[in-house]
Nanobody, 124 residues
């Protein structure tokens, strides 16, 4: 079955690090674009980082640039997100998903079947 499974979240103090991982299968995995999204209470789910494996490019939203690093193992169909110097604003549930570009903006694939996500909690 096409599915996504995330792991690696946890509770850390500001300045700490976490490494998130996910495994995706079927149409939930893409060699073109895989991304990490996060959902924070009171906010809409937003993309934070994307990896365009085929093109060898990455994308990060400004608040995480220099702190997060996305990587992909195309053979294992796995996606990772190394998160360093975590801040309270990074708190949320993180999701892995295939992605597309629409009008120059990275968006989740309309075919996504969201996984359970993995919770990240950063305290000050």
């Amino acid at each position: 079955q096409a599915m996504i499974s995330e792991s690696g979240g946890g509770s850390v103090q500001a300045g700490g690090s976490l490494k998130l991982s996910c495994t995706a299968s079927g149409y939930q995995y893409s060699s073109y674009c895989m991304a990490w999204f996060r959902q924070t209470p009171g906010k809409e789910r937003e993309g934070v980082a994307a990896n365009y494996h085929t093109m060898g490019r990455t994308y990060y939203i400004d608040p995480v640039k220099g702190r997060f690093a996305i990587s992909q193992d195309d053979t294992e169909h796995k996606l990772h997100l190394q998160m360093d110097d975590l801040k309270p604003e990074d708190t949320g549930v993180y999701y892995c998903a295939p992605c597309v570009n629409v009008k120059g903006k990275m968006q989740v694939s309309p075919a996504v079947r969201w996984g359970q996500g993995t919770e990240v909690s950063v305290s000050s």
